[in-house]
């Protein structure tokens, strides 16, 4: 049962928190002097980097902090009741009850042998001592409220046996079965798709209104923020470093760290050659080697010894519902605008190097894989795929999983043959040679920057050992000696100290290690370079330098950046010419700024519309797409985005279920639609930046 | 000369400190357990300077007294080995007789442990194995029978006598019985077997053929499971079917059932395990090669040169090994050495029972790593695939198969003890545990004690060996 | 799901014959052969005695042959006299007429041969020997079972509590005690004169008709100690698994008691693995069974095996082991299909 239905203070309080963790050496604090409080009906955002303790506080609400975790002071305050004092009885009542949470994996948070229906009618039984049928009969219009089609059959299902997209949902279900007062949502959307991610969003936006919970967003993405939340907390190393209104602080800002933050993200006015992403210097410090002080002191831009290194700096006032923890925010000029850069226009595009046309890639997959049993499939992987990249342009390839993207890189490199088309390299079709036919040199051409940096570099091997071996291979110098320098010269370029050569990849960051991997794939004078998300996994702060360094190394050695992202925003600081992919067709090609201009292909657009950008100023046009991305394995037939396009209906008879849209050519920008020239004249541009 | 008895004079005092110690270990770790079961968590409280501290509590308190109970049970444990080197016969009987001759075992230990611990911080997952109480008495079991099979076999410091030597009079004595003969060692410490032969000396003979052929024997079942396992794992397709078909074969059959067929004197006369042991000792040098080929492929000169230095060594003790008088491979004219049939055919069915479990763990872990990136980065750079498998992909998988190795040690050592409980393969005389626990079960109930021995031997290194394994997978799953 | 198990049935099929094969080839090897025809018909035989004795009994045929014929796909070794008579068929027993019995008899005609040194035909030993280790397997499974999954389920719930730590150990202790060790070391003080703690029976022979808690405990627990640690720490770490995944700490958070949270949450999930492994387990219990049997005089398969092994009994060799690889590969299609059964992700439509 809920307690005190009439309270009305705030939901939750949180006051002069800290929270540490205890190993075997030493106690490790990962929250402190934290504060923070919510009121009914409100939504608070918690932003900040990994490590930042966001989640932290999240599981110190629900009081578990796990075997090493404790809470060492201040009050978490639920309803004007001290978490801290209740008993585990108690505990058990409030949490699912009057707290819910929501993570970041759905998958993981569903227990895989038990059906979804009896997973959300515990909730009912164990809290509010429902009987069976009305256990039953609520989850089912929970599961309508979340908008899944066909509830009663889902709640016969497995989790396995749903989407990501769906899952999410059911987790949102459940957490909301008991209509709680308070919703914690942790990341709830990092592991979806960016168009599914908007539909989450958009649910748990009218969910919240609809049934009054007051929210804590736990995101380190500041669009989504923006978007779902009317009050934020920033959060660094530990420490809530400023918090207010959400216009306040994005556009109000008045702690260094934010500031930076907001300057290290692409954001629609950034631009490559003329107003460049400043990255944050430095590393984030580890929990124990956390600076006197400031902790953003080291890394900050107008950081004073003997005052900001003095003693811990308090929270203060700096404006209506705004607080800052900087000893000097009232001596910054917050309007002055960043250092001009001296970066030189990036050399224009040279000859073409990559012809890439009428490519196709079909799989054969065995219809089960436990029994072995059933027929093959065909997993049409790539259809009829055409483009070209010159000298040092950067093409982006945008889309979301199971677009095609990944099938196409491992083509250019070598580790899939097409099925059909060709791929010309220089002046070579390479597209049926694997790589243990192509050449040193030929393999040293195209090379490959990886996504995830902690997973890129071998473990077990040191840093230079493995920019030497790329040498060995690519059959550079005749020496170790040869080997040794220019592998110190590749560290030099990537910016990395020379000392990293005898490193192991443990003891690096994450933004280093990517590093090495650049390093790496440069290691034999690359012409092409495959950038497979290189920076989607990085701190939104170290994304920016990693990209920068990127387009740097570009610039001098003349490399066509292949840049493969679902990241519209980045993609559209650093690229020249962008190509969108869904389910395998290229949809749409184009140069940046005719892919930003309407007309758009409809996927296009709806992906446009579901990024979310930290930006006040930018006014966006909602387009929500139904549903999740078919299965590779299943496409549709005719169009393949016909399912979830909001356009259809403008095409006259079954046009877009049977057949395969032709590309249309708009002087150079290329779109793959039925539509008619009248209806993409209709189209409005989906991003606008209002006037200030 | 007195009979001994067990702890002799020494006992009076120790006798019940252990009992003591013993009891109270048991007590308080019930009430650990019971205590565990009332507190679920022990509450941190935070002194003003911001240190914490464990809040004492009931749970805190019973810890500590658990604690001390096992540093006096230890300490007791000590003060018998002390006593024993340091006390006369009739002193400290025969457990101190028994720790008189372990004394050069006990300083190697002492001086191996100190070391480790003074230099654990740099010696990676081994120094952080001392930092796990289960993995430092694991290691010192294992330890203490290397240390007897190194000083017992090859320096003949531990035998109190003769292993195969039988004393009239001395058959079936109960331990500590005097000897009847004059000169040599005065007692047969744990007493006589049935053909009158000292039990603890054979017990200190038999773990020397352990400790030699179970590590030997373990490690070619991982060369041969990690020759094939990386390539199924790696390739899949019909390859890995293939060869996970014949590894589950194998697998299906029962392990006696195996060596009932393999290790008889007929098969041995066939020269059957010959042609097995020339293609399963060929496995170290295909491996090598192919190890160093794939690393320096890239600089033809130098790799001919490591090739030479390291398989032309190789390859000679290879065809030593493979060439014995009276079978069907001698032809080679430089033979060193000559392996008994008996053990060489033991040595392949073990090899044989293991390979295949090997296998399936490397071809798992292979599974497992070959979607890493740095795998695709090795792909994407024209890498040849045995160096992806050897260096990119086995140094990550180290972890899981070092724990995996001490464990099947355990496992081989317990398969030589079977072949050797049903008499199959090894003389008949020797001395190693499972045939002299298959000599004296016959009369296992009126006297035990020639069984019991090597039992126990048998069981203690086991036991050390698998508690390794788990210190070994704790302290690696740490940090 | 028919074609899984279709599929898994051929696989099996094809194990046991490769099986079998192996087996025949070891048996049928010609220095056994030859300490057959000694045996059989004259210990001072010259080697040209020896071969001409085998020859006219068919073994020295092809090898595949041999194990058509063993089969009971080819026909059966005949030997005809100059009058074309047949004067010898493999197919008669001791007192059967050559030319009366049929041309087929092989395994599958239900003709598994004739002992050598139990004077009786195969099937029938190995029938009511069977039934001796039957039920010795059923009270092993009895006590190992459950011991084993409680053991690990209780030492699994909390992950480095006392209670682990303590299980643990044991399931460790027991895991490094094979059964020729604690069954020398159980018959040494509960049923020596030297301990003096008569309280079992070291020997089991009078078990075979008449099972008591004297007689029948010793063995079992032999047998179930060594395999039960196993168990246990499998299913110790897959509950351990279990209880750190986040469906658990969502359970936690929504409010489920701790109790609850092990028995409806995460019990199913954590006994997936540890179901594979028991049913494993059985080719592995077959060996104890061998060591027991022999140690505490049982007379059951593996005493048999033992007998025959140690006796050159062919023909009776053969037929254990096709019980063990019967029963091995009939656990595995179990552990297979009930592996799927438990595992709702892997449902085959």
Redesign the interface.
């Known amino acids: 049962m809920k307690q005190n239905p009439d309270y009305d203070g705030p939901i939750l309080e949180i006051d002069r928190l800290s929270i540490s963790f205890f190993t075997r050496l030493r106690e490790i604090p990962a929250v402190m002097d934290f504060s923070v409080s919510v009121q009914p009906g409100e939504a608070v955002g918690l932003v900040g980097e990994s490590g930042c303790g966001k989640s932290t506080v999240a599981l110190g609400v629900m009081q578990d902090l796990g075997v090493n975790g404790r809470i060492v002071g201040g009050t978490i305050k639920f309803k004007g009741r001290d978490l801290a004092e209740m008993s585990q009885a108690e505990l058990r009542d409030i949490r699912g009850n009057e707290i819910a949470m929501i993570y970041q994996e759905p998958m993981a948070s569903l227990n895989p042998a038990m059906k979804i229906g009896k997973q959300l009618m515990e909730v009912p039984i164990l809290h509010d001592g429902a009987d069976e049928q009305a256990a039953y009969d609520m989850a089912l219009q929970t599961v309508t409220d979340v908008k899944l089609p066909d509830p009663a059959r889902i709640l016969d299902a497995y989790p396995h046996q749903l989407s990501g997209g769906q899952q999410q949902r059911i987790v949102i279900a459940m957490a909301l079965m008991s209509k709680p007062s308070l919703l914690i949502l942790d990341e709830p959307t990092t592991a979806l798709d960016v168009t599914v991610e908007a539909g989450i969003v958009e649910l748990v936006k009218e969910l919240g209104v609809k049934y009054g919970t007051s929210m804590l967003f736990i995101s380190h993405n500041l669009g989504l923020v923006l978007e779902t939340c009317d009050r934020v907390c920033v959060m660094y190393s530990g420490e809530a470093v400023e918090d207010g209104a959400i216009a306040e602080v994005f556009d109000r800002m008045r702690h260094p760290y934010t500031q930076a933050l907001f300057r290290s993200i692409p954001l629609p006015s950034a631009n490559k050659t003329a107003r460049p992403l400043v990255a944050i210097p430095g590393n984030f410090p580890l929990p124990h080697e956390r600076p006197p002080g400031c902790n953003f002191g080291p890394r900050c831009d107008y950081f004073e010894a003997g005052r900001c290194d003095a003693q811990p700096i308090p929270m203060r006032d700096a404006g209506p519902g705004h607080n800052s923890r900087c000893v000097r925010f009232e001596e910054i000029d917050w309007d002055a605008p960043p250092e001009a850069s001296d970066k030189p226009p990036a050399p224009a595009p040279g000859a073409p190097v990559l012809k890439v046309s009428n490519l196709k890639k079909y799989y054969e997959v065995a219809a089960n894989a436990l029994t072995g049993g059933g027929e093959a499939r065909v997993v049409k992987a790539n259809e009829t795929i055409d483009f070209e990249a010159r000298e040092s342009e950067t093409l982006a390839i945008v889309g979301e999983s199971g677009c095609g993207k990944s099938t196409l890189a491992k083509m250019l490199m070598g580790l899939e043959t097409a099925t059909d088309g060709t791929i010309t390299l220089g002046n070579e079709e390479i597209q049926d040679k694997p790589i243990e036919d192509r050449g040193p040199s030929q393999v040293s051409d195209v090379q490959m920057v990886f996504q995830n940096p902690f997973d890129t570099l071998n473990p077990s091997m040191t840093v230079g050992r493995q920019i030497t071996r790329a040498l060995e291979v690519f059959d550079y110098g005749n020496s170790d000696d040869d080997r040794r320098q220019r592998m110190l010269q590749l560290l030099d370029l990537v910016k990395l100290p020379r000392e990293f050569a005898d490193r192991m990849p443990r003891q690096l960051s994450g933004g280093q290690k990517q590093r090495v991997g650049i390093a790496r794939a440069f290691a034999g004078d690359a012409k092409i370079v495959v950038a497979d998300e290189p920076v989607s996994a990085l701190d939104v702060s170290v994304q920016a330098a990693v990209t920068d360094l990127l387009m740097e190394i570009q610039r001098e050695h003349k490399t066509t950046l292949l840049f493969i992202s679902h990241d519209l925003s980045i993609v559209r600081y650093l690229s020249d010419r962008i190509m969108v992919m869904y389910l395998g067709h290229v949809v749409e090609l184009g140069t940046t700024e005719e892919v930003f201009a309407p007309p758009y292909h409809p996927y296009t657009e709806a992906l446009l519309s579901a990024v979310p950008i930290a930006d006040t100023h930018v006014v966006k046009k909602q387009i929500v797409l139904e549903g999740d991305i078919p299965s590779a394995m299943n496409p549709p037939p005719g169009c393949p985005f016909q399912t979830r396009c909001r356009w259809k209906e403008k095409v006259p008879g079954a046009l877009c279920e049977t057949e395969v849209p032709p590309m249309r050519n708009f002087d150079g920008h290329q779109i793959k639609c039925h539509l008619s020239e009248e209806d993409f004249a209709s189209m409005e541009p989906v991003i606008q930046i209002a006037a200030e | 000369m007195e009979p001994l008895t067990w702890t002799g004079e020494l006992g009076d005092i120790l006798d019940p400190l252990l009992g003591i110690a013993t009891l109270a270990l048991a007590v308080t ?1 019930v009430f ?2 019971l ?3 009332v507190t ?2 022990p509450r ?1 409280t ?1 002194n003003p300077d911001g ?2 501290a464990m809040a004492e509590g009931l749970p805190g308190l019973v ?1 500590r007294a658990q604690q001390n109970a096992l540093y006096a049970l230890i300490g007791t444990l000590v003060a018998y080995i002390v006593g024993g080197i340091a006390l006369g016969w009739q002193g400290a009987g025969i457990i101190g007789g028994m720790m008189r001759a372990f004394t050069p075992v006990w300083l190697s230990l002492v001086a191996l442990f100190a070391a480790s611990i003074w230099f654990k911080r740099s010696l990676g997952l081994y120094g952080k194995l001392f ?1 796990s109480t ?1 993995g430092m008495i694991g290691f010192g079991l294992v330890m203490f029978w290397v240390f007897t099979a190194i000083f017992g076999g090859v320096f003949d410091m531990i035998y109190t006598s003769d292993p195969l030597n039988q004393v009239s009079g001395m058959k079936n004595e109960p331990p500590g019985s005097p000897l009847t003969e004059d000169g040599g060692y005065p007692f047969y410490l744990l007493g006589g077997d049935t053909l009158a032969r000292d039990v603890f000396a054979r017990m200190v003979a038999g773990s020397t053929i352990v400790i030699v052929i179970a590590p030997f024997a373990t490690l070619f079942a991982f060369m041969v499971g990690i020759t094939l396992g990386l390539p199924a794992g790696y390739y899949g397709g019909k390859l890995d079917t293939v060869l996970s ?1 014949l590894a ?2 194998i ?7 195996l060596f ?3 290790v ?4 041995v ?2 020269g ?1 395990p010959a042609y097995m042991a020339m293609v399963l000792f060929l496995a170290p040098l295909v491996f090598m090669g192919v190890l160093i080929w794939s690393r320096y492929r ?2 033809p000169n130098r790799a001919w040169l490591l090739l030479a230095l390291v398989l032309t060594p190789m390859a000679l003790v290879y065809l030593s090994v493979i060439n014995a008088d009276d079978t069907p491979i001698d032809f080679w004219p430089l033979d060193f050495f000559n392996i008994p049939g008996g053990i060489l055919v033991v040595f392949v069915s073990v090899v044989f029972v293991n390979s295949p479990t090997v296998f399936r763990i490397v071809r798992g872990l292979t599974l497992d790593i070959k979607t ?3 795998v ?9 695939p045995w160096y992806i498998m050897l ?2 992909i086995l ?2 998988a ?1 972890g899981p198969l070092i724990v995996d190795f001490c464990l099947r040690i ?1 496992y081989t050592t ?1 398969l030589l ?2 072949l050797g ?2 008499g199959l393969g090894l003389p008949p005389e020797s001395p190693d545990w ?1 045939s002299t ?1 298959n000599e ?2 016959k009369l ?6 020639p ?2 021995a090597p ?2 031997a ?2 203690s290194l ?2 050390g ?3 390794l394994a ?1 210190g070994l997978r704790e302290e690696s799953l740490r940090d | 799901m028919g074609l899984f198990i279709l599929r898994r049935f051929g696989v099996i099929v094809l194990t046991a014959l490769c099986l079998t094969f192996i087996v025949f080839f070891l048996t049928n090897l010609y220095p056994n052969l030859e300490k057959l025809a000694k045996t059989q018909a004259n210990a001072r035989m010259s080697d040209d005695q020896v071969v001409s004795w085998l020859d006219n009994r068919g073994y020295l045929d092809p090898m595949p042959l041999k194990y058509a014929r063993w089969l009971g796909v080819a026909p059966a070794y005949v030997r005809t006299g100059d009058d074309g008579a047949i004067v010898f068929n493999r197919c008669a027993r001791p007192g059967e007429e050559p030319d009366e019995v049929g041309r087929y008899c092989g395994v599958l005609q239900g003709n598994w041969g004739f002992s050598t040194v139990f004077r009786s035909d195969v099937l029938d030993i190995l029938a009511e020997r069977g039934w001796q280790t039957a039920k010795l397997m059923f009270w092993v499974t009895v006590v190992m079972v459950p011991g084993a999954l409680l053991l690990g389920v209780f030492a699994g719930m909390r992950e480095g509590s006392k209670l682990d730590r303590s299980l643990s150990t044991v399931s460790i202790a027991t895991t490094a005690t094979p059964e020729y060790v604690s069954g020398v070391i159980f018959i040494a003080v509960f049923a020596s004169s030297a301990v003096g703690l008569r309280w079992f029976k070291g020997t089991a022979t009078s078990a075979m008709e008449n099972i008591t808690f004297e007689n029948f405990t010793l063995p079992v627990l032999t047998v179930a100690l060594y395999g039960m640690g196993y168990i246990a720490r499998m299913t110790r770490a897959s509950m351990t698994e279990v209880m750190t995944a986040q469906y658990i700490r969502t359970a936690r958070l929504k409010g489920v008691a701790f109790r609850d949270i092990v028995l409806k949450h995460a019990l199913r999930n954590a006994l997936i693995a540890p179901f594979t492994v028991i049913m494993l387990q059985f080719p592995w219990l077959l060996n104890g069974v061998v060591i027991v049997e022999t140690l505490f005089n049982y007379k059951g398969i593996g005493w048999t095996l033992v007998q025959a092994a140690g006796n050159n009994d062919i023909e009776l060799l053969l037929g254990v082991s096709i019980i063990s690889v019967i029963v091995v590969l009939v656990t595995q299609l179990i552990s297979d299909i009930g592996y799927v059964y438990l595992n709702p992700r892997i449902r085959i439509a």
Do not use: C, M
């Open positions: 770790t650990a357990i205590a565990s079961f679920p968590t941190i935070v240190t914490a810890g930092d289960i078909f589950n074969l697998l299906a059959f029962p392990v006696i059932l009932y067929l393999l008889t004197p007929e098969i006369q066939t059957l890239t600089q890493r990136d740095y695709a980065a090795a792909q994407t750079r024209g890498e040849t260096w990119e140094p990550n180290r355990g317990i003890g079977t409980f049903f499972g626990i004296g079960r296992l109930s009126i006297y035990p004690h069984a019991i039992a126990l048998l069981l086991v036991l060996l698998n508690l788990d």
